[in-house]
């Protein structure tokens, strides 16, 4: 490590409970996956004794993080995002040393995560979470006398969150379900991805170091790294856990949720888990401009290896010359395109597995497949079929995690249409449009609004901004839940609940909800906003 | 019927699949709970070809329903609560006579039915609920542009709702359920209770006047009655339903959800279950008035022979001679108390059951025990315990469905707390206190708030008010999403997801995002809320 490193930037191999390590015997390694190595040092497997003591610090955790203020639990917030940037190039290095993504990838996805951390330190600041509500008494009504109402939304309870692998630092130990399980007051568990125990490690020593300069209980954050869908299990069986967060595969979130729903009590889960992010090329886009989208779609399809959630793994467009240009563009540069090391061996395996159960289906056909390099380098691949296939065969809107894609011929705009309209939910889904398009897409954009949680026009859907109006969500099996989004600050409300108060005394009321206002927070009163003085 | 019923107000015993009546051969009917006479007409039992049609229907209808302006959507509502209220008396006296539950009760309900149907059009209109959220393109930022992003929140799609014995109005056909999923453009099939099937088929002729009247596709409500437990798992199982609301039993809920849950696409449930709505009588408050808290405990309890969500059910204080004597004025009050019927046969059973068996468990006295009278009068009854039985046992927290309660003996302000701690979620909790309990309440209320939807200072959990900071709602097993309400505002945002438009084209931005703001909303634009003008 270089001399950069600060004290909580190190890497032990530890399991991290509050502000205590722990070093177990059973242990795993990382993998550099371009090279096949294993790294130094050995990690500690956390086990069902640390998810016991990590559950147990986190609820004690709960009562006083879940009531602090505004303005402290920015500053615990924005000491997260100094934390983390803090830990300098090290952070980057064993990143690229363990995922196998570039710098320049990783330095981008690090500012993303810093400023998505900022970004809820701000939405906190507001108070407009806490959507505090009065209804004042009114004791003279008839027939009967109305109450005095106050509705607050309050922090669910302790949160277990599951780094994802595709993104070390944004979907990670503090990526965007940790930071907005943090900004609701929920106190967080991690449960570290084994792809990059290093990164998470250094991630969670920052995490750490800032609940310990905020004087914050050490229970609101802990770090539980290892291999095993066991240590995942016992963490969202644990009955002080009251909500889950997971960004992975469709098994995975599926194996969630049922544990979730199989506890004592059932506890939501939030499981982005698979899309294949449909691309509908319409008629006169592919005519004015077919090169430049076969060009534009290659580049989205081999970023960062096709492992994003929102990679486009379904074309679909009219049958025809304009089709098939685009197709032989497409293929082209795939058959250039450098493969980049996957993040996994593991990962590698099940991409190759699918893709080729996929192009060993009846009625399709492989138009291009990259070349495979090293031993984690993955060839970009384009498969092709007609829509009455595609219609016929419902495992053809599988996902191949990986750069890979499917491009439906449709017959006609009347097939588009009911191709479309037997869509599985996805994250996104994509229209390639001009002008002359718009009639045949004011027929679609409705039925891909019930499909997908965000619709683009002339874009890519890789690359999601952190932002009020973004929708990173959409409907099962993209998510587990489709009324939510794991990136926005509209995330915040996944980790919520709200809580009336009748009748109760001034000294009993929690802070947002008295009279005086002590959070200075813009309160609903009578129906009406009415913001606080001096703001 | 009396002269007043009009065309819509006629009780056929019929099925209504949108605009058309549908009869069948098998029937059921309905029974007066006071006499156990079975009343005319027969009535049609909806079976699955009922709920694939009427299903169909709905889905038909969301393209259109679910893009209403606010306007029209809120004349609908208003046409909805103006039809019921022209039902007039024969709605009343039809009540009377399947529930058992006196005239007074009926007409205030029928008020409030109305008033939360009113309440929704206004909120309809206010807009508020489309959250509209719009991040304009920085084309120039760097590293790289932002897209224009444009967010709003959506109809689930269609929507089932269970029908509630115990509120024939507020909580059944057009009950808060329908008319905050309407509110939300969702598309309602109901599944009438077959309690008061002629009571259900009334109002619900009323909606689909409505309908009609407004014009809108016949498809957005349908009404199926049937007493069988396959009717409301075929509901709930058909794909295109989207979200359940429910109001009744845990076991009926649990059913619900675990069908959910085994789509293929598992859906929300809001099923509002079961609670037993804890009262704590702190020592300062039972000092100075335990006769009278004895006389409000009796009345909240008895009142609509206790079939209340809200009911008291449990009552906690620390063992003395206050808590003895406020047991002896509460066990006066309950033998003199008369007898109401319960709302069927069925549920009297039930009540009696659960009654005796709370009884005999270990170490569970009976304080008092009213008398019972006619086929369907079921006895008010204290059961007492003390605090280190209730500890030990948690079936104690089991709800008994009807007027009983039992007192808790807690041996000092310790094992208070610690049952406090213990009780499972709660759709309110309630506080009986003086000035000098304030302390003690203060370490209680945070607990409280992680347990109930709504927390009572000195008053009673029966009688919910409908306004905006109203929770009816509350942790598992309350109901099965802690995270949301069934009456207020705030119902209607479980009908709801969020859907970004990205670099949409004007023409094809829906009305509610669109640069010149047809609907005149409030829309929150770059993180500030903005009023339309006009407004």
Redesign the interface.
């Known amino acids: 490590m270089s001399k950069q490193t600060n004290a909580y930037g190190e890497v032990r191999g530890a399991v991290l409970i509050g502000a205590g390590d722990a070093m177990t015997a059973e242990t795993f390694r990382a993998v550099d996956p371009a090279s096949g190595a294993a790294l130094e040092p050995v990690f500690s497997s956390a086990g069902s004794d640390h998810v016991e003591a990590a559950c147990a610090l986190a609820e004690a955790a709960f009562?006083s993080f879940s009531?602090t203020n505004p303005e402290a639990r920015a500053r615990f917030l924005d000491s997260v995002a100094e934390a983390v940037a803090e830990l300098g190039a090290p952070l980057i290095e064993r990143a690229m040393a363990e995922t196998g993504l570039p710098r320049a990838r990783l330095e981008?996805e690090r500012a993303r995560t810093i400023g998505q951390i900022r970004l809820f330190a701000a939405l906190v600041r507001t108070g407009d979470w806490v959507q505090a509500?009065?209804?004042p008494a009114q004791p003279k009504r008839v027939?009967?006398p109305?109450?005095d109402?106050?509705?607050r939304h309050?922090a669910?309870?302790p949160v277990a969150v599951f780094g994802a692998s595709n993104f070390p630092l944004a979907f990670s130990v503090a990526g965007g379900d940790t930071a907005s399980a943090l900004a609701a007051g929920c106190p967080v568990v991690v449960k570290g991805h084994p792809a990059h125990p290093g990164t998470g490690e250094m991630v969670a020593r920052a995490v750490r170091a800032a609940v310990a300069a905020c004087d914050l209980h050490a229970g609101v954050f802990s770090y539980l790294p290892g291999p095993s869908n066991a240590l995942g299990t016992a963490l969202v069986a644990d009955p002080r856990i009251k909500a889950v967060g997971f960004t992975g595969s469709r098994g995975g979130g599926l194996a969630l949720?049922r544990v979730a729903?199989g506890r004592a009590?059932?506890i939501?889960v939030y499981a982005e888990m698979s899309a294949v992010n449909p691309v509908l090329l319409l008629p006169g886009a592919l005519r004015t401009r077919g090169t430049a989208l076969a060009a534009g779609f290659v580049r989205s399809l081999t970023l960062g290896a096709g492992q994003f959630c929102t990679n486009p793994g379904l074309l679909i467009g009219i049958a025809g010359p304009e089709l098939d240009a685009f197709a032989e563009t497409a293929a082209a540069a795939i058959r250039e395109s450098a493969p980049h090391a996957m993040l996994t061996a593991d990962i590698r395996v099940r991409f190759e597995r699918s893709v080729a159960e996929m192009a060993a289906r009846p009625g399709v056909v492989t138009v291009a497949h990259g070349e495979a390099t090293g031993p984690g380098g993955a060839p970009a691949i384009l498969l092709r079929t007609a829509g009455a296939r595609f219609l016929a065969d419902p495992a053809l809107t599988d996902e191949m995690f990986g750069p890979a894609a499917i491009l439906v011929a449709a017959a006609d705009a009347a097939e588009v249409a009911r191709i479309v309209a037997a869509l599985?939910?996805q994250l996104t889904a994509t229209?390639h449009?001009d002008?002359a398009d718009?009639r045949l897409?004011?027929g679609l954009?409705?039925v891909l609004?019930?499909k997908?949680?965000?619709?683009?026009?002339?874009?890519w859907p890789t690359?999601v901004?952190v932002?009020?109006?973004?929708?990173h969500?959409g409907?099962?099996?993209a998510t587990?839940?489709?009324?939510?989004?794991s990136v926005g600050t509209?995330a915040i409300e996944r980790f919520?609940?709200?809580?009336?108060?009748?009748?109760?005394?001034d000294?009993?009321l929690?802070q947002p909800l008295r009279p005086d206002n002590p959070w200075h927070l813009t309160r609903?009163i009578d129906?009406t906003?009415s913001p606080a003085f001096g703001r």
Do not use: H
């Open positions: 009562p009531e981008g509500t009065i209804d027939p009967l109305r109450s109402l106050r509705r309050v669910l309870g949720m729903a009590e059932p939501p599985p939910g229209l449009l002008r718009e897409a004011a954009v409705p609004a019930r997908a949680g965000r619709i683009l026009a002339n874009g690359g901004e932002a009020p109006a973004m929708v969500g409907p099962f099996p587990s839940d489709g009324r939510t989004t509209l919520l609940r709200p809580v009336c108060y009748q009748d109760l005394p000294a009993l929690p609903r129906g906003l």
